[in-house]
């Protein structure tokens, strides 16, 4: 009986390497019996995330499950839709409010279009945006397709989520939060939108689905090294033997991070921003012409650091990190036992070390002073006109 694989995520744990490996390879995949659907391709006259001017969301076929729950939402009347739009961040509502009545695609059409599919093979569905969204769906699923759903989920420990996240989010919009403000956000976010208490969202997913339905990997550099690597251990996931065949291999690194001190001047540089649009000498739309436009000057910047600093950017002391540990520490532990079968007192994560402070400063209140006069002789002077 072929099943559907539906790669949930968590965000920051290889998700766009493994859609963008899938992608480049459904040829073969299809071949071996998995069908990796281009879902853009597919509902070409559906709009939303899916298709957000963002190359990496095409390949992320899963986020068209988000358009057709947005769609059945819409369809349901307005109070629907805004308890939909609670679950997806600011930026998609507004996109959802735009284009979403011009759809036709709704959850059953979608469902029927995956039906269809497990006729002829196994398929796979990937979106690190599901992790973070209800999962009532999942229900549907399930009564649609009964025990052939099954659920992958990678996750990363605590501290090192956190600080990639918000890697993530210095480095696409104009976040001024420090690497502690954005943690403290994280953890007391009314819809618990980024699923940072992993355990809450895999017991409701286990309640979905069962607990044999429901794959549990870990985002490690030990486990992944003895998997080959995160496409072959994904591959492994849904059953797939990696060494019995030639896949073609991902040439670049598809969601490059900025890093070391480069982030730290990158959120000061966001500040300065804001404060255009404050003052109404930007409009947001041109602040993010800005951001897309020079965020290859902070690139240089990380890889000129990291050239002469090889080691892993550390962002949170020692003391935080600690913390952060003995607050997650139930958590990690009834996943350990209770959802991988681990003898108690096995840890989680075999990298267990919590004690690692900063190696990466932040910015002093001079330094960032000195950043935003040389942020405004900048603009003044034209230099952001030039090639960056």
Known sequence: MNRLYLHLGTPKTGTTAIQFFMHNNKDLLLKLGYDYPDTVADFPDDMGYSKDQNNESAYANGNFILDALALTAYRQGPEAFESFLQYVFPDIAELYRKVIKDNTTDFDIFIQYLKDKLEKNNVIISSENLWPFHYDFLKQFIQELGDRLELIVYLRRQDQYVESMWNEVIKLSISTDTVEEYYDFLLFEEHDNHGLRYMRRLKKLCQIVGKEHLHIRLYESNALKRSGGIHQDFLRAVGINPSENEWTMLQRDVNERISGPAINIKRVFNEYL????????????????????????????????TRKQPEKDSYFSSSERIRMEKLFARDNAYIAEKLLGRAPGVPLFEDNDWTVGQNVKPLSANEETLLRMFFEVCYNEDIWKQKS
């Open 274 to 305: 804001q404060q255009r649009i404050a003052s109404g000498v930007d409009t947001p739309d041109q602040t993010q012409d800005h951001i897309n436009k020079y965020n290859g000057i902070f690139y240089r910047l990380s890889s000129a650091y």
